[in-house]
């Protein structure tokens, strides 16, 4: 199975902060990676598909990029809502898809 | 609007069954792959299945191959989850979502863009 890496687990940031997070593949995914947003209580929402295509109705403050092994989520200016859990998910391997751990993003 | 609401979550003993619902509605239901995660209390997202839109692709983790049984009925917009020999570890909420597909250049992209709120499943003693 192809084990995906976030980093970190978790940060502090304030609002107007540029926040970024890994995601690592165990091996090359090209760029089928997805991120979503998840906070407490409520299901997971897409915001990246195929590394860095923005989901419709997400903010452009959200960002996605990289190929390969190596992806980042950015947010170029956290905002009140945006604190949750953020988490990759690799869609390279249909018949065993994947999740990161997740990234906590808490209030400083 | 569209909208997956699952249902059949609850306590259940070790060994015992349970079966999922997804009910779909606002969109094609036939025309989409369909996918149930879970999620663990305070862990993270695992997915546990896919199956096509007709049924003829059907896809396991590990964890629950041999034990559970994913089916949909396209008729009545319907997906299932059938949960045998639960274990303690199944413990969770469980989220039905929609697989979308998105031509880019010469590839095509998976991921899932629509959720359910989901239904929790306990197994305890």
């Known amino acids: 199975d192809i084990q995906m890496t976030q980093s970190p687990s978790s940060l502090s940031a304030s609002v107007g902060d540029r926040v970024t997070i890994t995601c690592r593949a165990s091996q090359s995914i090209s760029s089928y990676l997805n991120w979503y947003q998840q906070k407490p209580g409520k299901a997971p929402k897409l915001l990246i598909y195929a590394a860095s295509s923005l989901q419709s109705g997400v903010p452009s403050r959200f960002s996605g990029s990289g190929s390969g092994t190596d992806f980042t989520l950015t947010i170029s200016s956290l905002q009140p809502e945006d604190f949750a859990t953020y988490y990759c998910?690799?869609?390279?391997?249909?018949?065993?898809?994947?999740f990161g751990g997740g990234t906590k993003v808490e209030i400083k | 609007e569209v909208q997956l609401v699952e249902s059949g979550g609850g306590l259940v003993k070790p060994g015992g069954s349970l079966r999922l619902s997804c009910a779909a509605s606002?969109?094609?239901?036939?025309?989409?792959?369909m996918n149930w995660v879970r999620q663990a209390p305070g862990k993270g997202l695992e997915w546990v299945s896919s199956i096509s839109s007709s049924s003829s692709y059907i896809y396991y983790a590990d964890s629950v191959k041999g034990r559970f049984t994913i089916s949909r009925d396209n008729a009545k917009n319907s997906l299932y989850l059938q949960m045998n020999s639960l274990r303690a570890e199944d413990t969770a909420v469980y989220y039905c979502a929609r697989d979308k597909v998105q031509q880019l250049v010469l590839n095509y992209y998976y991921y899932m863009d629509v959720w359910g709120k989901g239904t929790t499943v306990t197994v305890s003693s």
């Open positions: 998910q690799q869609s390279y391997s249909t018949l065993r898809q994947t």
């Open positions: 606002g969109f094609t239901f036939s025309s989409y792959s």
